[in-house]
């Protein structure tokens, strides 16, 4: 099967596995899934990611986190999609919820946080909203 949008697909898959309170999610592994799963291991959204080697496509797992039996990530939006790619500068780039989540951005500095995106001074495509 032919995925147009990689990023959305995993993003789904995170959504449709919390919804129905999964352990974990496995999905066909990329570099830039594997550097957007790992900021949101860094911000607590996920527990734990790991890469298994198959035959014939490595394969990214993610184990979600659940905190009082209450999924870590209460909503996801993807922003920028294949069809409309949003970008934003450095002084331009959105906080989710006022702060309380965070936006992933794609720089030239590779995968990075709202935050860290204005503290090292970059702009890039706005990947999606977390919170």
Aim: include cysteine; charge should be positive.
């Amino acid at each position: 099967m032919l995925i147009t949008d990689p990023i959305g697909d995993m993003l789904i898959r995170i959504k449709n596995a919390l919804m129905s309170a999964k352990k974990e999610v496995r999905l066909p592994h990329s570099k830039i899934k594997e550097a957007v799963a790992n900021k949101l291991k860094e911000n607590q959204y996920i527990e734990e990611i790991t890469v298994e080697e198959k035959s014939p496509q490595k394969e990214l797992v993610i184990k979600l986190r659940y905190v009082d039996g209450l999924p870590a990530i209460t909503g996801i939006e993807r922003v920028s999609k294949p069809g409309r790619r949003l970008y934003a500068s450095k002084d331009t780039i959105p906080s989710s919820l006022n702060g309380y989540g965070i936006t992933i951005v794609s720089t030239n500095k590779g995968i990075l946080t709202d935050k860290e995106a204005k503290k090292m001074n970059v702009g890039g495509e706005l990947i999606c909203k977390i919170w």
